[in-house]
């Protein structure tokens, strides 16, 4: 497994260079995504923060959702779009990442099984992504979101 460093270093040195700033929405990913983020040298440069939206209620209380938004399903292109969008605007920034997901053991409400998450970043363009891993491992699932939020960061910077 890469170390939080390695996993970040690419978007990290893509946002320093071209002076351009990151928030996240996370939920399955636990915080990984912004702390693979904070693990590279310089981080402030470039991320601003964010939050793992775990709840119903963080959904209203971090990303100010009303009550039709923070029931909104969960796991979707369009949730994690929303989210992204959500936490962009209250933390002014370039980019955002969103994520939402089921890292397992078991699949979500939504009858979503273990290890998929849908992805979305939002900036100057908007990219998402829903990934599977076939994986019931909720620490390995977390991980493998982190990597595949960030790659899908670093991609769509890299095409814009």
Known sequence: MPSL???AAPVGAL???????????????GGLISAALL???GAS???VG??????QTARRGILRFNDAKAEMRGSTEEYATLTATGIREILDTDWAIGESGAA???????????GHVALAVVGPVTATRVFETGNEDREDNMWSF???AL?????????N
């Open 45 to 47: 440069a470039y991320f």
């Open 39 to 41: 693990a590279v040298p």
């Open 151 to 159: 790659d899908l960061l670093h991609e769509t910077i890299k095409a």
């Open 5 to 7: 460093k390695q996993i």
């Open 104 to 114: 397992g053991p078991g699949g979500n409400r939504y009858g979503d099984p273990a």
């Open 50 to 55: 964010g939050g793992s939206v775990y709840t």
């Open 15 to 29: 946002l320093r260079e071209r002076q351009q700033t990151v928030s996240v929405s996370e939920s399955a990913a």
């Open 146 to 148: 982190a990597m595949a």
